[in-house]
């Protein structure tokens, strides 16, 4: 593979405390120089992409994504997920275990791995079940799990609704220093439930989800991440009361960490006024408030994370009426442009947001597929070339996810992923950007 260089982006790099114009040099899969301004490096013979007046960062990384394979491949597969990932600027991925079979064994692990090493553009990291089969009854094989490579271990699509079952995930996945990440929702509470219980499910006459149900769960998750001294990482906080809740733990020494998604960190509830069943997700859109919220949360760091929570499905599943509508929205292509809202409203700093999709998930991940979330010398090349003020539709027919689910259908986006690097392979460029060879 003949070296590649970026030239003469606006380099940002979260992990390095980086901002400034320069470039990137990429040789055999690796980041091997960089330079600040003008300067280019000593040699010629190596291909050019130009990124004047663009943001040239880490690839981003999404520690909360469902892939559907094996199982249900008609709503998306390693191949067109990873696709779909790398047009958003997304080069590592972990893959939720809900599929069928679900994700509970090492042949299973061994099976999404080199389906991903074959098929796949991007890195795939799998997420292990907590318990066997996602039945919420006994511990899967958490040790098995972790030397087949998981990266961490929860049972997503639902809750651990036994507290004993979830004590004892916390504390047996101490041994191996991975975090058990819990989907916090007492079922009970949110049983045939909609959207955000509320006015507006009230009026719409759809059952509705309180915050609550979300809160009841994060509370007693963190009480028992206090008792064990395990690695708790609540999946999509969704309310201002979970926030709170993070917050204090983390104040009181909890080992705590926490994602929000880009949709509940721009829509509201409101939009599910018209029974679109694109915005019917599960945790569901909450309040302008819960919003408020979770951006302070991002700002003073009791949210770590962002995390799309991709969730493809098809046309079939979401083309009915919203009571058997399936939950869930496709997040990794329009990941990018719709948080970048975030940054031109100025509520969030772009180094704060590439921080949480870089820096920040490569840190919940470790080291154990090397250094990831940087673009440090030596570390892997995966680069995402982006333009901040670039404005674009969302076109569902140009998706390359098979999960055309999005209430952004039709929106103009301000921001867009021009470029995306994985592993020193140019996996996506729009048409604007040309290669010089
Ligand atoms: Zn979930």
């Known amino acids: ?36 301004g003008e300067v280019t490096p000593p040699r010629l013979d190596y291909d050019v992409v130009h990124a004047q007046g663009l943001i040239v960062c880490p690839g981003f990384i ?14 998306e597969t390693i191949a067109t997920g990873t696709q779909a990932a790398a047009r958003g600027g997304f080069t590592t991925i972990c893959c ?18 080199s389906t991903a090493a074959a098929e796949g553009v991007v890195r795939v990291l799998p997420i292990g079940c907590i318990s066997k089969g ?46 058990v990440i819990d989907h916090c929702e007492d079922t009970a509470l949110s049983e045939g439930g909609l959207m955000n219980e509320g006015i507006i499910s009230t009026r719409l006459g759809l059952h509705g989800m309180p915050a609550a149900a979300e809160e009841i769960i994060v509370a007693r998750d963190l009480s028992l991440a206090q008792v064990t001294g395990g690695r708790l990482h609540i999946a999509h906080v969704t309310t201002k009361g979970s926030v709170d809740l993070i917050h204090r733990a983390k104040e009181n020494g909890i080992q705590v960490t926490a994602e929000v998604t880009p949709h509940h960190l721009t829509l509201t ?12 997700v599960n945790p569901p859109l909450r309040t302008e408030q819960d919003i408020q919220a979770l951006i302070q949360g991002l700002n003073d760091n009791t949210i770590d994370i962002i995390a ?71 570390a892997s ?20 996810s098979k999960g055309k689910n999005t209430p952004l259908a039709g929106s103009v986006l301000k921001g867009k992923v021009m470029a995306t690097i994985s592993q020193g392979k140019l996996v996506y460029k729009d048409d604007s950007i040309t290669l010089e060879r």
């Not at 939720?96 to 791995?113: E, F, V």
């Open 62 to 75: 999404d520690l909360h994504c469902h892939l559907r394979q094996p199982g249900f491949e008609e709503k």
């Open 381 to 400: 090349a995966d680069v995402a070339i982006l333009d901040p003020d670039m404005e674009w539709v969302v076109d569902i027919e140009t998706f390359v």
């Open 1 to 36: 593979m003949k070296p590649l260089l970026i030239y003469g982006g606006r380099i940002i790099d979260p992990s390095q405390g980086i901002d400034e114009i320069g470039s990137l040099l990429i040789t055999e899969g690796k980041i091997s120089w960089l330079g600040k």
């Open 134 to 179: 996602r039945k919420g009854e006994e511990l899967a094989e958490l040790g098995e799990l972790a030397s087949a490579g998981v990266i961490g271990y929860s049972d997503d699509g639902q809750p651990v609704n036994s507290s004993r079952l979830m004590r004892q995930a916390l504390d047996y996945s101490r041994a191996f220093s991975l975090p």
């Open 269 to 280: 509830e409101e939009r599910v006024i018209g029974y679109d069943t694109n915005t019917k």
């Open 308 to 378: 799309t929570d991709h969730a493809p499905h098809t046309e079939a599943d979401k083309l009915c009426e919203f009571g058997i509508a399936a939950f869930g929205i496709s997040g990794l292509e329009t990941a990018l442009g719709s948080l970048m809202s975030l940054v031109h409203d100025g509520q969030v700093t772009l180094a704060t947001l590439i921080s949480k999709l870089t820096y920040e998930p490569a840190k919940l991940i470790g080291n154990k597929y090397g250094k990831l979330g940087t673009l440090d010398i030596g």
């Open 96 to 113: 939720m275990p809900n599929t069928n079979p679900p994700l509970d064994n090492q042949a299973i692990i061994a099976y999404i791995k």
